[in-house]
């Protein structure tokens, strides 16, 4: 049997590799979703400790537990013994190994006295004398001599300092402090000298945790001497303390331990919370949390796109081996009247797919390997840049994914088995002369079902879009069901297209009956009259176009809108704030926290509406601290092409009186400050607040400065967000000082009308005078609403105002306050940054639109769906390519009898290639066309749900479906290589042809 | 007597994996007589079929030359082997030869579009298989036909668009012998109708009565004529 299957294979190698080419493809692209989360999270974990690191300047892998003992409390000695066990029992029990402890106790500060060496007057102290575990094998000396480890004969006790302790307490060597209070076993106080001078031995030793510096009130002793004298923890003498550090190994954070590593570190944290005197922290469990929360919305969103693929790869090994069976059907039905049961049958293409699927898995765990890798480079949709490679790796759940895509692939290739298996020579005779049947779903309708599914999907997920958006704003991912009704749309659509594509075709056919040349009329009849036949491969087509188009769309509007979104808040490609004086101390600014009283008395209540009108005066500030540094140094940078002067503040208020037009509107306003307080007010109550604050109502607007024509070239903006070009607006503010162009909603929250003054209150405190010019939903960097969460989660959406005015009317008003210069920058920002370095400019804020657009992109969500959706891409397009060639070479080998036929009725060569170039076309043609416009309405219909995943969460700009012409252009291009390689392939195959053979042929 | 196709000296080769060439024809020198039957006679591998794909311009003889109504046929490209073929020849099939997916009327006209017929084709689809005596079958797909129908359509096909010479090889092989003898029957009809020339191959011997010509082959060389 294992003879006659491998024979039969070898017969047929060309489709057998076809076949097995799927296979791999299959294994390759289910196996790379676990390789490539499992490293991608490698990747990020990595970033994130590194990137604390250098944020914390502290170790992500520390643990710390401090503990402090009281002389003559017993239990808090206990407590400290137990910190230390549990200390050493979790080393054990966090699977990561533990690259540095660090155990150091000290007295804590105790006073001394010194005899000062150069007068008689007694200095005092507060000092803590401690130890450090290990400490020799990470130190030297900068002056002096170590420790002794015992009591000297003078009964004083060595010490050393850090050089920063030392000159923090105006020391010097041989010092010898004197604690009174800090008696030894013996009685006598403790007196220690101080004989060297400490600093770290590496600069990078993790045994460092706070480093040398930071030692200023501490001075080290023998760890000897300490434990001997002083460390008793069942019968604790002294105030001590126990910092203990455990440096666990980040770099061995796995996908796989992460879930182990959290359980093992929240154990010790609910044990520690419980004990009093004792503070549990392990820097890296938020990270971690964190961290999977992502990775798993990473997961959830590659997992379905890239169903859609693995359907199509199966579908693709499904037709492949029922076009082997078709081949093989007269064997099949021979050997069955030979007597072979249908077992045997089975059994025979069971080990058949079995050794395709085995090798598949051989072969396709490779392939996603680099898959990955692809995935991992991927920058943009079928675009990619040079990053640090995955380091990639076989665990379980790559293996299982991969024997699923096994298991699914037998699947595939047996059924139709079954089918076939069935068929005696005489059942196959009489179903070789069968008349076209419809198809099952075309019978029962399934296609417009599906149709119907999807789009009540579609209906559905769009009503309740802001709930999405809300959802996914707080962390969830989005519902794989939407993806789904997707992929129901497309398949439904496709399906219906075959409805379609033969009434389409006929009436071409019926138009031009007698006329057509006899070539083209052959390929008619025969697309039309073996219907069946074709089916599955314009299917196969109609759906791998479209799911190519919609995968491109869909990566390429993802990371439009991103960058879009990017360059809009951001405003420009740099803007950067200099910093314009020494002195300044930011402090200033930052708002005190709000107290949240459930149940506000009238005075809160009063102070707190008061807020509302601009009351209570907040600080300003003056020009005069400022002194401006020259703007026009930026223009002469390389590849700055224009610069911009933009004066942005948010402590600008506009005071608006309320009257009958926007009454209600602004009492809202009282009533939500009055209730996020806890209060509920009636509309009386409310109009008596507003009129005891002078009716009028103080809204905290963005102030924003520019000189139209700098602006209008520098910054960034989408055509179409506004009603007329951008331009119109800039030129209408232009032509008068006092013009203003305000957000929307001062006409639609704040009741303005076009035309009406606006008096507004500058940061210095200056009341400025303006003219509504127009307002606008959208401006560079503004956004209409910003969405904050709360730390117990709950987000809250408050709208956001903006003026924009003429910078020399504010200059006017205010002095010359610290403005931000925007640049436009054509290539590369790297200059700016050599500018800035060279000239040492110091620099309140610095954004460069590019380097965020690459943090985009190196997140693993977006980089992973880049990268499938490309993978998905080139694979759809290698299934056409081998799809479409296999189903041609088995079509014109099948029908070498009737080329025969053709050939001898005096057809010419020429004309039975025109006949085959038809066929290609009736098949191709419309199925490509279909294709696209599926593709293109799937997008065009699911691309604005979709986008909320990726969205952030800010909606800055109105979602825009990406055009993704040049890639139905590429994707044509590869279609018309491929028919013309087929076309080759043909004509090769069909020159071999001899007329006289094939006629032999047929009469067998 | 006219003689359509002169043979002059026609050997076919065809090389074989072992070294020798395998010669299918030896030496054949023949005439066809116009407006006859002529019957090619001898067991299967013979060379009859060689000789007709030859004669039928289907083949290329390696030595000798065929003269095909005054063409010589040896010096014909590939696209005027064509031409002549679907035009001046018409081909009946030992095996069932229709196309499968046109019906019996179709594939009878599909033969008159190749040749570019002038007249009124639907008359003459329907005239041919009127001969054939297939009138009330017209619209039916091949598979619905029987073995006999099938093989009356591709005489009506080969015939349709008014050729000077059908071949037809083992024409009735697969036929019953009343239903052979009623394809030969119209063969003779239409060489007394419209004075085609009629080239047969067969190995029932019961036939060669009709034949006016008869040679027999034998392991590629004629070994008599009558």
Excluded at chain 1, 334 to 343: F, H, T, V
Excluded at chain 1, 617 to 626: C, G, L, P, Q
Aim: glycine content about 6%.
């Amino acid at each position: 049997m294992f003879d006659f299957v491998i024979q039969k294979m070898l017969n047929r190698k060309w489709i057998v590799l076809c076949l097995l080419i799927g296979n791999v493809l299959l294994v390759g692209i289910a196996c790379c979703n676990p390789m490539y989360t499992n490293a991608i999270q490698q990747r990020t974990i990595r970033r994130t400790m590194s990137q604390y690191v250098v944020d914390e300047n502290t170790y992500p892998g520390t643990v710390i537990l401090d503990a402090q003992m009281e002389s003559g409390d017993e239990t808090s000695g206990a407590h400290m013994q137990d910190a230390l066990d549990q200390m050493k029992q979790m080393q054990q029990d966090v699977p990561l190994d533990v690259r540095q402890e660090v155990y150091h106790y000290y007295l804590t500060k105790n006073k001394c006295t010194t005899a000062n060496k150069y007068g008689d007057s007694q200095a005092e102290k507060e000092l803590a004398v401690g130890f450090l575990e290990d400490l020799p094998n990470h130190m030297s000396l900068v002056t002096g001599e170590m420790y002794k480890d015992s009591i000297n004969a003078d009964g004083t006790i060595d010490a050393i300092i850090s050089q920063k302790g030392l000159v923090k307490q105006k020391m010097l060597l041989g010092e010898v402090l004197t604690f009174d209070t800090v008696k030894l076993p013996d009685g006598r106080p403790l007196k220690v000298k101080i004989t060297g001078v400490f600093e770290n031995s590496s600069a990078d030793d993790l045994y460092w945790v706070n480093s040398p510096s930071t030692f200023t009130s501490e001075i080290l002793i023998s760890e000897t001497v300490f434990r001997e004298n002083f460390l008793d923890m069942e019968h604790p003498a002294y105030q001590i303390r126990g910092a203990f550090y455990t440096m666990f190994d980040t770099d061995q954070i796995r996908s796989g331990n992460i879930d182990r590593i959290l359980e093992a570190t929240r154990s010790y944290q609910n044990h520690f919370t419980q004990q009093s005197g004792v503070v549990f922290r392990a820097l890296y469990t938020s990270l971690l949390e964190e961290h999977q929360v992502k990775i798993h919305k990473v997961i959830s969103t590659l997992q379905v796109l890239q169903v859609p693929i693995l359907v199509l790869v199966a579908a693709f090994i499904f037709m492949v081996s029922r076009q082997i069976l078709e081949i093989e059907k007269n064997d099949i039905a021979i050997i069955k009247s030979r007597g072979a049961s249908k077992k045997q049958i089975l059994i025979s293409y069971l080990i058949q797919s079995s050794l395709l699927a085995g090798a598949g898995f051989v072969l396709g765990l490779p392939l996603a390997m680099i898959l990955c890798q692809v995935f991992g480079s991927a920058n943009a949709f079928l675009s990619f840049v040079q990053r640090q490679a995955l380091s990639l790796g076989l665990s379980w759940s790559v293996l299982l994914y991969g024997l699923a895509a096994v298991l699914l692939s037998i699947a595939a290739m047996v059924l139709p088995v079954f089918q076939y298996a069935k068929l005696t020579i005489v059942e196959h005779k009489r179903r070789k002369s069968g008349k076209y049947d419809k198809p099952w779903w075309q019978r029962f309708y399934v296609d417009f079902l599906l149709l119907l599914v999807s789009l009540y999907g579609l209906y559905s997920f769009s009503r309740q879009k802001d709930m999405l958006t809300q959802s996914v704003a707080q962390g969830a991912s989005l519902d794989p069901l939407l993806f789904f009704s997707s992929s129901l749309f497309i398949i439904g659509c496709g399906l219906i297209a075959l409805r379609v594509i033969p009434l389409i075709l006929h009436g071409i056919y019926w138009l031009g009956k007698k006329k057509w040349n006899p070539a083209i009329y052959a390929s008619f009849l025969r697309v039309l009259r073996t219907r069946t036949k074709q089916y599955f491969i314009m299917a196969f087509l109609i759906l791998t176009i479209a799911l190519g188009i919609f995968n491109a769309k869909a990566a390429r509007t993802i990371n439009q809108n991103e960058e879009d979104r990017i360059a809009y808040t951001n405003g420009a490609d740099v803007v950067l704030q200099e910093r314009w004086t020494e002195t300044l101390d930011s402090g200033a600014g930052e708002e005190a926290e709000e107290t949240e009283a459930p149940e506000a008395t009238d005075n809160e209540l009063q102070a707190a509406l008061a807020q509302l009108q601009g009351t209570n005066e907040e600080e300003t500030i003056s020009a005069d601290d400022y002194t401006e540094p020259d703007p026009a140094k930026y223009a002469g940078i390389e590849g700055v092409t224009n610069t911009a002067r933009v004066y942005v503040t948010d402590k600008a208020r506009v005071s608006v009186s309320i009257n009958e037009s926007n009454q209600e509107q602004l009492l809202n306003k009282y009533r939500e400050q009055a209730s996020s307080l806890g209060r509920e007010l009636s509309d009386e109550d409310l109009l008596r607040y507003a009129r005891q604050f002078g009716g009028t109502y103080s809204q905290p607007v963005t102030l924003m400065g520019i000189s139209t024509k700098e602006f209008g070239e520098t910054a960034w903006f989408k055509s179409g967000l506004l009603p007329v070009h951008w331009y119109n607006y800039l030129n209408a503010i232009s032509q008068n000082s006092s013009a203003l162009l305000v957000s929307s909603n001062f006409h639609n929250g704040l009741g303005y009308e076009l035309g009406d003054e606006i008096t507004y209150t500058t940061a210095t405190g200056e009341q400025v005078r303006g003219w509504i010019f127009g307002f606008v939903d959208y401006w560079p960097t503004y956004l209409s609403q910003v969405t904050t969460t709360d730390e117990d989660g709950t987000s809250r959406q408050t709208d956001q105002y903006i003026i924009v005015a003429n910078l020399s009317r504010l200059q006017a008003a205010d002095g010359v306050l610290p403005y931000q210069i925007w640049m436009k920058v054509d290539g590369s920002t790297q200059p700016v940054y050599d500018f800035i370095g060279e000239k040492q400019i110091k620099l309140e804020s610095f954004v460069d639109t590019n380097a965020d657009v690459i943090d985009m992109k190196n997140d693993p969500q977006i980089q992973g769906t880049n990268g499938i959706l490309t993978v998905g891409f080139v694979i759809v397009l290698i299934l056409c390519a081998v799809g479409f060639l296999i189903y041609w070479i088995i079509s014109i080998q099948s029908r070498t009898l009737q080329f025969g036929i053709f050939r001898a009725m005096g057809m010419s060569m020429k004309e039975i290639i025109v006949m085959l170039i038809g066929e290609q076309l009736f098949i191709t043609l419309p199925a490509l066309i279909m294709g696209v416009f599926i593709g293109l309405a799937a997008a065009n219909l699911y691309m604005p749900l979709i986008q909320i995943a990726y969205a952030a969460t800010d909606h800055a700009l109105p979602l825009s479906v990406a055009a993704a012409l040049g890639d139905i252009v590429k994707m044509f291009v590869v279609v018309v290589i491929l028919i013309g390689i087929c076309m080759a392939v043909l004509g090769w195959l069909i020159s071999k042809l001899k007329i006289t053979q094939a006629l032999k042929l047929g009469e067998d | 007597m006219n003689n359509i196709i002169e043979v002059k000296d026609v050997s076919r080769c065809f090389p074989v994996p072992d070294g020798d060439d395998f010669y299918a024809l030896k030496h054949i020198n023949m005439e066809i007589p116009q407006g006859k039957l002529t019957i090619f006679r001898g067991r299967s591998g013979s060379g009859k079929t060689t000789l007709m794909n030859i004669i039928g311009a289907l083949d290329q003889p390696t030595e000798g030359s065929v003269v095909f109504d005054g063409e010589e046929l040896t010096k014909l490209d590939e696209e005027q082997a064509s031409r002549l073929r679907r035009t001046k020849i018409g081909f009946v099939f030992q095996s069932v030869a229709l196309i499968p997916m046109m019906t019996a009327y179709e594939n009878v006209e599909y033969s008159l579009r190749l040749a570019d017929y002038e007249g009124d084709r639907k008359a003459r689809v329907e005239e041919c298989l009127k001969m054939v005596g297939l009138a009330d079958r017209m619209q039916h797909m091949p598979e619905e036909l029987s073995g006999g129908e099938q093989q009356r359509v591709a005489i009506a096909r080969a015939i349709a668009h008014k050729p000077g010479v059908i071949f037809a090889d083992e024409p009735t092989a697969e036929l019953d012998s009343s239903t052979g003898l009623q394809v030969v029957k119209i063969f003779k009809d239409l060489i007394g109708q419209d004075g085609i020339t009629i080239v047969m191959t067969t190995h029932d011997v019961g036939l060669m009565d009709f034949g006016d010509k008869v040679y027999e082959l034998e392991d590629g060389e004629i070994i008599s004529e009558r």
